[in-house]
């Protein structure tokens, strides 16, 4: 470490642990660091950043009171607090895949597994704090948002000898800015010249993103699909992969992939958020719950815990326990329940009352009791509706239409639509789902609880151009149910076999419903009418 370096350089050190300080004040002392402030709780770390100018952060990952290390970064990035000229550097004694994905999500400048040795400290601090310290003046115009003085000074950077050693840095940071600054095609004629001479990841990225910018979805793709197959850049390839395929509405797909990188990296609020409106538009109402669950586990007591994310569980439990067969409701609802009774305890003074009052109201639809349902719903009005949230909404009107208010439910969904139209959304998610929402409403009388029962009930009776009808009604709103998907099958082949009913898209139906029941668990007497019906599909 050069001496000056260390002298010169202002250090916030967040760690918890007295061993871990201890080490952690030696080594610093013997590189030659004099001016260091310790804090052993993120709430600490925040005042001491708004009290003073700090040239780097170092912080413990592990800290295990209030949101730890990794909700300190997430709320520091989030506020914009930390400048660009400051370093963060994470240090951590876990090392497992999940934590080291959910570190480089973040993007710190540097990352020390401990234990570490004095040597190994001053190698990677001195590193860190050389580079700030050379592109001072192109970080210190990206934090006051003026790329082009940055990208002029990161061009006068590059023409430097004596900095060579940060020049890979700074040819990233050009290609960031050319994105930025929305100059695509500029970042792709100079990502690829970085190519020709140097295979980095980041290049390839680059030209993947501002492909994906310009609606070049081929050439998109083909460089996203590389991607996902190195190590080091599968996580933002999977999110890549996902926007292109939700701009290209393969929202099955896009569900797919965002699944595969939550896996990856858990702790990632806003991709659980993205597949949670991604299992909403593909009626995936388990995997809806599923990833509405992950939000609340990953998001306690961090920046995320908001009542919203345990209204979007309660609310994500009743779509479920909505569509489920009958056996799995009191579990689905004994857990949404358990969502509402967390909600009360970590957010005692919200004024939640009309949420809390719709999802009651389906609760008691659930259990079949619509005359109490319909009570708790009977005092709102649309013109009440600027006073709610999208979302608050939108629950509104799924409770009506169950409830048989299909007029005030399709007005409830044109004002939010309306809404819609002033809020910006990239792409486009709550406006897709809107639309299907309201055309499925229009199009549909019947709950989503009440669609299969009806059409059975149709189809024992003999009416099978009316069971036909419903069923198709009930896949078109529960596509991933493997009875519903069985029982529309068998109406398509009983209404092909008598002619009572002319199917033009059935052939695309049938392959639907194989698609869910060729993968799904099914009872023996379900397995068996399986196939059954393939024998038949089979003959003719």
Same mark, same amino acid.
């Given at each position: 470490m050069k001496l000056h370096l260390a002298r010169d350089t202002k250090l916030l050190i967040a760690e918890d642990q007295v061993l871990a300080k201890s080490h952690m004040h030696y080594a610093l002392e013997q590189l030659g660091f004099k001016n260091m402030d310790y804090v052993d709780r993120p709430s600490h770390a925040l005042s001491a950043l708004q009290e003073h100018d700090y040239d780097a952060i170092i912080c413990s990952y592990n800290l295990r009171s209030e949101q730890g290390g990794y909700f300190l970064l997430e709320q520091l990035n989030e506020s914009h607090a930390l400048p660009l000229t400051s370093a963060f550097i994470f240090?951590?004694?876990?090392? #497992?895949?999940?934590?080291?994905?959910?570190?480089?999500?973040? *993007?710190?400048?540097?990352?020390?597994?401990?234990?570490?040795?004095?040597?190994?400290?001053?190698?990677?601090? #001195?590193?860190?704090? #050389?580079?700030?310290?050379?592109?001072?003046?192109?970080y210190a115009f990206m934090d006051k948002e003026d790329y082009?003085?940055?990208?002029?000074?990161?061009?006068?950077?590059?023409?430097?000898?004596?900095? +060579?050693?940060?020049?890979?840095?700074?040819?990233?940071?050009?290609?960031?800015?050319?994105?930025?600054?929305?100059?695509?095609r500029e970042a792709v004629a100079f990502?690829?010249?970085?190519?020709?001479?140097?295979?980095?990841?980041?290049?390839?990225?680059?030209?993947?993103?501002?492909?994906? +910018?310009?609606?070049?979805?081929?050439d998109a793709e083909r460089e996203i699909i590389q991607l996902a197959m190195r190590p080091d850049s599968a996580l933002e390839a999977y999110d890549l992969l996902t926007k292109l395929q939700i701009k290209q509405s393969a929202f099955d797909d896009a569900l797919e992939c965002t699944t595969l990188a939550c896996d990856i990296s858990p702790q990632n609020i806003p991709r659980h958020m993205m597949a949670i409106n991604l299992a909403r538009i593909t009626h995936d109402y388990e995997s809806q719950f599923a990833s509405a669950k992950k939000v609340v586990r990953y998001a306690k007591d961090s920046i995320h815990d908001k009542p919203e994310i345990y209204l979007t569980a309660a609310r994500a439990g009743v779509d479920f326990a909505m569509t489920s067969e009958p056996e799995h409701v009191n579990n689905i609802v004994k857990q949404t329940n358990e969502y509402l009774r967390q909600l009360k305890k970590a957010h005692p003074k919200a004024a939640l009352n009309d949420e809390l009052t719709v999802i009651d109201a389906r609760l008691h639809y659930l259990k079949d009791d619509? +005359?109490?349902?319909?009570?708790?719903?009977?005092d709102f009005h649309t013109d009440h509706a600027q006073h709610h949230s999208t979302e608050a909404l939108l629950d509104r009107a799924k409770a009506l239409h169950e409830i048989g208010m299909k007029k005030e439910s399709i007005a409830i969904l044109d004002a939010i639509s309306s809404r819609q139209d002033e809020e910006h959304d990239d792409l486009n998610l709550m406006a897709t789902y809107l639309k299907q929402e309201k055309a499925e409403k229009e199009a549909i009388t019947l709950s989503p609880k009440v669609l299969n029962n009806t059409a059975v009930a149709q189809y024992k009776q003999g009416n099978l151009e009316q069971s036909y009808t419903t069923f198709s009604h009930a896949f078109?709103?529960?596509?991933?149910?493997?009875?519903?998907?069985?029982?529309?099958?068998? +109406?398509?082949?009983?209404?092909?076999?008598?002619?009572? *009913?002319?199917?033009?898209?059935?052939?695309?139906?049938?392959?639907?419903?194989?698609?869910?029941?060729?993968?799904?668990?099914?009872?023996?007497?379900?397995?068996?009418?399986?196939?059954?019906?393939? #024998?038949?599909?089979?003959?003719?």
């Amino acid at each position: 470490m050069k001496l000056h370096l260390a002298r010169d350089t202002k250090l916030l050190i967040a760690e918890d642990q007295v061993l871990a300080k201890s080490h952690m004040h030696y080594a610093l002392e013997q590189l030659g660091f004099k001016n260091m402030d310790y804090v052993d709780r993120p709430s600490h770390a925040l005042s001491a950043l708004q009290e003073h100018d700090y040239d780097a952060i170092i912080c413990s990952y592990n800290l295990r009171s209030e949101q730890g290390g990794y909700f300190l970064l997430e709320q520091l990035n989030e506020s914009h607090a930390l400048p660009l000229t400051s370093a963060f550097i994470f240090t951590s004694a876990d090392t #497992s895949a999940e934590v080291v994905h959910a570190i480089i999500e973040l *993007q710190p400048d540097e990352f020390i597994a401990k234990p570490f040795s004095v040597n190994e400290l001053d190698r990677r601090l #001195s590193r860190v704090l #050389s580079r700030k310290k050379a592109l001072r003046n192109v970080y210190a115009f990206m934090d006051k948002e003026d790329y082009e003085k940055a990208l002029a000074e990161v061009e006068y950077f590059l023409l430097q000898p004596e900095f +060579a050693e940060h020049f890979p840095l700074a040819m990233k940071i050009k290609g960031d800015l050319f994105i930025i600054t929305e100059r695509f095609r500029e970042a792709v004629a100079f990502f690829e010249s970085i190519i020709n001479v140097q295979d980095f990841g980041w290049a390839k990225m680059g030209i993947a993103k501002s492909l994906l +910018a310009l609606n070049e979805f081929d050439d998109a793709e083909r460089e996203i699909i590389q991607l996902a197959m190195r190590p080091d850049s599968a996580l933002e390839a999977y999110d890549l992969l996902t926007k292109l395929q939700i701009k290209q509405s393969a929202f099955d797909d896009a569900l797919e992939c965002t699944t595969l990188a939550c896996d990856i990296s858990p702790q990632n609020i806003p991709r659980h958020m993205m597949a949670i409106n991604l299992a909403r538009i593909t009626h995936d109402y388990e995997s809806q719950f599923a990833s509405a669950k992950k939000v609340v586990r990953y998001a306690k007591d961090s920046i995320h815990d908001k009542p919203e994310i345990y209204l979007t569980a309660a609310r994500a439990g009743v779509d479920f326990a909505m569509t489920s067969e009958p056996e799995h409701v009191n579990n689905i609802v004994k857990q949404t329940n358990e969502y509402l009774r967390q909600l009360k305890k970590a957010h005692p003074k919200a004024a939640l009352n009309d949420e809390l009052t719709v999802i009651d109201a389906r609760l008691h639809y659930l259990k079949d009791d619509t +005359a109490k349902a319909q009570m708790l719903l009977s005092d709102f009005h649309t013109d009440h509706a600027q006073h709610h949230s999208t979302e608050a909404l939108l629950d509104r009107a799924k409770a009506l239409h169950e409830i048989g208010m299909k007029k005030e439910s399709i007005a409830i969904l044109d004002a939010i639509s309306s809404r819609q139209d002033e809020e910006h959304d990239d792409l486009n998610l709550m406006a897709t789902y809107l639309k299907q929402e309201k055309a499925e409403k229009e199009a549909i009388t019947l709950s989503p609880k009440v669609l299969n029962n009806t059409a059975v009930a149709q189809y024992k009776q003999g009416n099978l151009e009316q069971s036909y009808t419903t069923f198709s009604h009930a896949f078109r709103v529960m596509p991933k149910n493997p009875s519903i998907a069985l029982n529309y099958l068998q +109406a398509i082949v009983r209404a092909r076999k008598t002619g009572a *009913q002319r199917v033009p898209s059935a052939l695309t139906e049938v392959k639907k419903c194989r698609e869910i029941l060729e993968t799904a668990i099914l009872s023996d007497e379900q397995r068996s009418r399986y196939e059954n019906v393939k #024998s038949i599909l089979k003959s003719e």
